[in-house]
C-alpha cells in the first residue's frame, strides 16, 4: 500500500503542475508542488526497487513520470485502497 500511495501523489502532483502550466502559470504552485511531486517519485521508485530488486520489470516501469508507480504496483499485486472498513 505505501507505494500505491506514493505513486498516486506522484500522478496528482504532475497533474497539478500540468494544469497549472497551461493555465494561470502560478509560481507559488510550482514552488509547493514540484517538490512534492519530486519526492513522490523518488519514494515510488525507491520502494518498487526495496520490493522486487533493480532488475525486475517493475523497477524499470517504475522510472516512468507520473504512472510508472501504478503500473509498478499492478505488477507487484500491491493491493488496491479500501475506504470503508
Known amino acids: 500500500m505505501p507505494l500505491r500511495i506514493a505513486a498516486t501523489v506522484e ?3 504532475l ?11 502560478l509560481d507559488g504552485v510550482a514552488a509547493l ?3 512534492v511531486h519530486g ?3 523518488l519514494a515510488a521508485i525507491a520502494l518498487t526497487v526495496a520490493r522486487a ?3 525486475s520489470r517493475a523497477a524499470g516501469l517504475s522510472l516512468v513520470p507520473g504512472v510508472g508507480g501504478w503500473v509498478a504496483a499492478v505488477l507487484l499485486g500491491e493491493r488496491p485502497y479500501r475506504l470503508s472498513g
Do not use: D, E, K, Q
Not at 15 to 23: C, F, P, S, Y
Open 11 to 13: 500522478l496528482v502532483s
Open 15 to 25: 497533474v497539478v503542475l500540468i494544469a497549472n502550466r497551461v493555465t494561470v502559470h
Open 53 to 55: 530488486g533493480w532488475r
Open 33 to 35: 508542488v514540484g517538490p
Open 39 to 41: 519526492t513522490a517519485y
